[in-house]
């Protein structure tokens, strides 16, 4: 059984940076997709950044690209998303997902989910 285990959510200020980790366990660790959905009150999930396992290819969102970066420690089995220039609307609950297979912000096609971690970013 797949297990995802967010960590390294936290309050910052505007400008401020994060770091969040998502540690894979139970899970064959090549050609996947990890990515990063988020959730703030009131709106749907998004997609934040995914990573191919097997192209090593990234995907952003629009509202994030050139301030987060995903990457990966094989190794570790596990995924971080470095925030850079947080803004108050990124604030939200922050979950890892898997799958197997190409990389997509259709959160309906990765049927494992960790348990979130919330990210506040106050003004």
């Known amino acids: 059984q797949a297990q995802l285990v967010e960590s390294g959510g936290g309050s910052v200020q505007a400008g401020g940076a994060l770091r969040l980790s998502c540690v894979a366990s139970g899970y064959a660790y090549s050609r996947n997709c990890l990515g990063w959905f988020r959730q703030a009150p009131g709106k749907e999930r998004e997609g934040v950044a995914a990573f191919s396992t097997g192209s090593g290819t990234t995907i952003y969102a629009d509202a994030v690209r050139g301030r987060f970066t995903i990457s990966q420690d094989n190794a570790k089995n596990t995924v971080y998303l470095q925030m850079n220039s947080l803004k108050p609307e990124d604030t939200a609950i922050y979950y890892c997902?898997?799958?197997?297979?190409?990389?997509?912000?259709?959160?309906?096609?990765?049927?494992?989910w960790g348990q979130g971690t919330q990210v506040t970013v106050s003004s």
């Open positions: 997902a898997a799958k197997r297979g190409d990389c997509t912000f259709a959160a309906a096609a990765f049927p494992y």
